[in-house]
């Protein structure tokens, strides 16, 4: 199969699809890899390493995608780059489709097959190509955080953890999943006041268990909710839905009773945001302030810290990358029903099903789409 790997075009996104570790692997089992011209340079992955890899360097992205069976990028692609998509064409990257109508409807009318990072199953249930940059967002979380509680930045000029005899910040995470523990870690480790709020009450359990008294639980309730978001220094929005709409769990009335100066990071702006007052900024221009409220919605995060991301993700994306051109896409996920899991475009249809209810389409079910 032939691979290819165009560079990231999103506003300040310097991660990449493959590693010239990943190319080697592919090319070693017998697959053909292109990469784009300074697809890695910005991360120290320039083009003699893909090129003693094996890879071949191509001028440009339209190359690309005209030559490639399948397209490992990292970010959804851009309306540019849908419109080089072609029938027959996998395309293999992080997609984010139900809070982005325009997108799926590109993709659609592409005719590829779209199979997306973030809907990818494993057989305890979690995302395993997602949680690794749920990992770094989490930790990104409060240090963008820290800094936007910085007078400078707008903030209360407030430092997390306090010094003696002055209390910390107080830090409230909406969420206890991957980008919340690792949200929570962080800011513990700056020794901030820290309370995690989760509808799941075993996942309390676990994390008072994994934390002990150092952290604070509460379960998800609209009181509770309101009650530590009014009271609180920082607010992480870490909640997901896998594939669909993040739920808006804090509303444009509550931003408006918080604290001036206070701080909300929405990690889920991805799949929309939870916060009803979230819209997507880039890191160019990472924040803005509604009702004195700081507001950072970058819906790239890891993409700040692109080369520890890039190796991360090519750690968990590589397995399934290689199934993919090994076997062909049908093939590895008839064998693989968590691989089957990220099928979300297939041929002109929409084959996942919160993105085709959230979006109003007629579901495609992905068996369908095996079989067809």
């Not at 008294?213 to 909710?225: E, G, H, M, N, P």
């Amino acid at each position: 199969m032939l691979i290819g790997v165009p560079k990231e075009i999103k506003t300040h996104e310097y991660r990449v699809g493959l590693t010239p570790g990943s190319v080697r692997e592919m090319v070693a089992h017998g697959h053909r890899v292109i990469v784009q011209h300074d697809a890695g340079t910005a991360i120290g992955l320039d083009d003699a390493l893909y090129t003693r890899a094996g890879a071949e360097i191509v001028a440009d992205a339209a190359a690309i995608f005209a030559r490639a069976d399948m397209v490992v990028k990292v970010k959804e692609p851009q309306p540019q780059e849908c419109a080089l998509l072609r029938p027959g064409q996998v395309l293999f990257t992080y997609l984010h489709l139900a809070p982005d109508p325009e997108q799926a409807q590109a993709l659609v009318d592409s005719g590829a097959t779209a199979i997306a990072y973030e809907t990818v199953t494993d057989a305890r249930g979690g995302l395993p190509l997602l949680s690794p940059m749920s990992e770094v967002a989490g930790r990104m979380a409060i240090q963008a955080g820290a800094h936007c509680l910085e007078m400078e930045q707008g903030g209360r000029g407030m430092l997390l953890g306090g010094v003696p005899g002055v209390p910390p910040a107080k830090v409230v995470i909406l969420g206890g999943g991957v980008v919340g523990t690792n949200a929570a870690r962080m800011a513990m480790g700056l020794e901030a006041h820290v309370t995690v709020i989760d509808k799941s009450l075993n996942r309390l359990k676990e994390l008072d268990f994994q934390f002990g008294s150092k952290l604070y639980t509460a379960f998800a309730t609209r009181d509770a909710i309101e009650e530590h978001v009014l009271d609180a220094d920082l607010v992480i929005g870490a909640v997901l839905v896998p594939g669909a709409a993040a739920p808006r769990l804090v509303s444009a009335q509550m931003v408006k009773a918080m604290k001036r100066g206070s701080v909300l990071v929405d990690v889920a702006i991805d799949q929309g945001g939870c916060f009803e007052t979230s819209r997507p900024t880039t890191h160019a221009q990472p924040t803005y302030v509604v009702d004195g409220v700081i507001h950072y919605c970058v819906a790239n995060m890891p993409g700040a810290v692109a080369r520890t991301s890039t190796f991360a993700l090519n750690n968990a994306t590589l397995p399934f990358a290689l199934a993919l051109a090994d076997k062909g896409w049908k093939q590895a996920m008839r064998e693989d029903p968590h691989l089957l899991a990220g099928l979300n475009v297939h041929d002109g249809r929409i084959t996942y099903g919160a993105v085709a209810q959230v979006l109003g389409y007629e579901l495609f079910p992905p068996d369908a789409a095996l079989a067809a």
